[in-house]
């Protein structure tokens, strides 16, 4: 087996994807599967850190449309993703490989608060680290926490886990005519406007020399091959 591209990695995975086909809370067969990903990439040697955004639960953006304020519709949304951090831990401790839920907020009956110190020494120990809590701050995405997190504890790459196999030029579901890109910069990610990720994200990665690698998390084993270099997405770098 050939050795890992990257030594240390933030995943981000979206909450809608844990969801599965019912559309909404947490499919258990979906977060097996992630589990397994998640197990498989981390017995290759690279140490894994994972971001799960909250949208399977509540989106702090659609909740605030119906008249919550924006700050407390986006701390809806964080605790959210605690939640769904919380259920992939439970599924990868459950197969036998240690992990561990580290939250932007203070809360400590259910979580260690997030620090760097402690997410390098779990990370260092073998364990799978979840990032819950996004940023800890409203109007801040899970992909930007993503950015921010990785930046943070010295990860080489940030692996963006979508329903599509890259960035195309338009959305490949509605538009036939679109195409996929094999490597974007930074700036021409966030000029082109691509939904993929927020442009935030983005100009946080180009800031940081991050390079960003969007793949489809719906093929099992995909993480890995990113991972091994074999993986099929896009490069955002540079």
Excluded: W
């Amino acid at each position: 087996m050939s050795d890992p591209v990257y030594r240390r990695v933030v995943i981000k995975l979206s909450g809608e994807y844990l969801a599965g086909q019912q559309g909404f809370g947490i499919d258990q067969p979906t977060v097996d599967q992630v589990a397994d990903d998640l197990i498989a990439a981390r017995k290759l040697g690279t140490e894994v850190a994972v971001v799960i955004g909250g949208g399977n639960i509540v989106r702090g953006v659609e909740v605030s449309a119906r008249g919550v304020s924006r700050p407390t519709g986006d701390t809806m949304g964080m605790l959210a993703t605690m939640m769904n951090c919380l259920a992939v831990e439970a599924a990868i401790e459950r197969k036998g490989t240690p992990a561990r839920t580290l939250s932007a907020f203070v809360m400590p009956e259910i979580s260690e608060l997030f620090t760097r110190t402690a997410a390098h020494k779990y990370l260092a120990e073998g364990r799978i680290v979840l990032l819950g809590g996004g940023t800890g701050n409203p109007f801040f995405t899970t992909d930007t926490t993503a950015v921010l997190r990785a930046a943070e504890i010295g990860a080489q790459a940030v692996l963006k886990a979508t329903n599509v196999d890259g960035v195309y030029s338009a959305d490949p579901k509605k538009d036939p005519a679109a195409t996929r890109f094999d490597r974007l910069t930074h700036s021409q990610a966030i000029e082109g406007g691509y939904k993929v990720m927020d442009a935030t994200a983005f100009a946080l990665a180009r800031e940081t020399s991050l390079p960003i690698i969007v793949f489809s998390i719906a093929e099992p084993g995909s993480i890995g091959a990113i991972l091994r270099g074999v993986g099929h997405g896009t490069i955002v770098a540079g």
